[in-house]
């Protein structure tokens, strides 16, 4: 299955982000496989919409799943409404672990947003 | 002549100077002046106007619809979406109308011609007769809705003045888009600051904005109570006259307080606010 998740550094090892929309890489990687690619956020330098950005790549990379510590209202209608799953790292602190918990169904799935229900952006990011 | 009151910093006295320059001016001129309250996050200079409001509009931007049924799913709106305002997943278009400019590149570019564009209201404008006999005329921007820029955009258009008439605009504080817009198209910029390290930071940003824009400007500064020689240089060296300086004061803070003006307070500030409009106007 193919699945995003989003890391501070562009490698399979790296910490986990805890931000979505303003994470600064955005990983994509085959669980069966394990091949992996890393690619830079694009929304991380958007003055706004930033969740929106990085959930519309989330998509055009045909992943079923998305892993991260938190997702803003925009974010979560954007990967809602493309079909995308989304699952809370909880305590993982990197992506190797946040994958296998991933894989033994240990991860917490969202069926709303993270924060707040106003709708004026910059809610994934990490307080 | 269009003056406009900035700042940089907010709680400098934008408000208690525009609306005490505009009764000054009321006084000493045959047609008194067109007051445009451009804070349209929180506008508040009828507190100190009175204005009795006659006529009102509804401002809102077009945004994109889709006709989901005959759209291709081909992504090119959101693609030319320099606000992420719309997003294309698997098959279905999805738009966010808080971060829509409304600057039609979606409806342009859709090669389906699938998008038409509604309106989106954001927040209204009112105006009529305040004071003095100003006019008046304010824009208010609706809770919840982040974009102030459009209303005081249509507040500019839409606050006619009569021929010879001067307008004087009451600004937001800051030094982003909606004071741009407020101040773009001003023949003068009065900068208010108050004698501190604070005020003197957010002068040199405000004072930056007036230079990008080729804006001739002055200050006043607020509050005083004792030199501040940091400033008088600043203001010096960027060849900035300081056009009035208003004294710290009980019974100044206590007026404003009650929704007076400089003038009700101290009468003497009408000819010296009414100076501050024959020296920028020579």
Redesign the interface.
């Known amino acids: 299955m193919k699945i995003i998740l989003t890391a501070v550094s562009p490698n399979i090892d790296a910490q986990t982000d805890p931000r979505f929309g303003r994470c600064a890489y955005l990983l994509v990687v085959d669980t069966e496989t394990m091949h992996w690619e890393a690619h830079a956020n694009p929304g991380l330098t958007a003055s706004g919409g930033a969740g929106i950005e990085a959930a519309q790549f989330a998509a055009n990379q045909h992943v079923k799943v998305a892993l991260s510590g938190d997702f803003g209202p925009h974010a979560y209608n954007a990967l809602q409404a493309g079909g995308i799953a989304m699952y809370r790292y909880g305590n993982c602190t990197t992506v190797p672990q946040a994958i296998e918990q991933f894989k033994n169904n240990q991860l917490e799935q969202i069926g709303v947003p993270s924060r707040g229900d106003c709708d004026d952006g910059h809610h994934g990011q990490s307080s | 002549m269009i003056i406009t009151i900035a700042s940089g910093k907010g709680g400098t006295g934008k408000t208690t100077i525009a609306t005490s320059l505009a009764l000054s001016l009321a006084a000493e001129l045959n047609t008194p002046p067109l007051f445009l309250d451009c804070d349209v996050e929180a506008p508040n200079a009828h507190l100190f106007l009175q204005p009795v409001f006659t006529q009102e509009k509804q401002v809102g931007i077009m945004i994109p619809e889709i006709d989901e049924e005959r759209c291709s799913y081909c992504?090119k709106c959101?693609e030319v979406c320099q606000?992420?305002?719309i997003?294309?997943?698997?098959k279905?278009t999805?738009v966010?109308p808080?971060?829509c400019h409304g600057c039609g590149s979606c409806t342009a570019q859709c090669p389906e011609h699938v998008i038409v564009e509604v309106q989106n209201s954001i927040g209204m404008l009112e105006s009529g007769i305040a004071r003095a006999g100003l006019s008046f005329a304010r824009g208010v921007l609706n809770v919840?809705e982040?974009m102030g820029v459009p209303i005081i955009r249509q507040l500019k258009k839409w606050a006619d003045s009569l021929p010879g008439q001067v307008v004087i605009r009451d600004s937001p504080p800051g030094t982003s888009c909606p004071v741009v817009e407020t101040v773009r198209g001003s023949d003068y910029i009065v900068l208010v600051t108050e004698p501190t390290p604070f005020g003197l930071h957010d002068l040199r940003l405000a004072a930056q904005l007036t230079e990008e824009l080729g804006i001739r400007a002055g200050v006043v500064i607020n509050r005083v109570n004792g030199p501040y020689p940091e400033l008088e240089m600043f203001c010096a060296e960027r060849n900035l006259s300081i056009l009035l300086r208003i004294p710290f004061e009980r019974t100044i803070a206590e007026g404003t307080a009650r929704g007076k003006s400089l003038l009700d307070i101290h009468p003497d500030f009408c000819q010296q606010l009414f100076s501050i409009f024959t020296n920028i106007a020579k």
């Open positions: 992504g959101a606000y992420h305002a997003a294309v997943l698997g279905k999805l966010f808080q971060l919840g982040p």
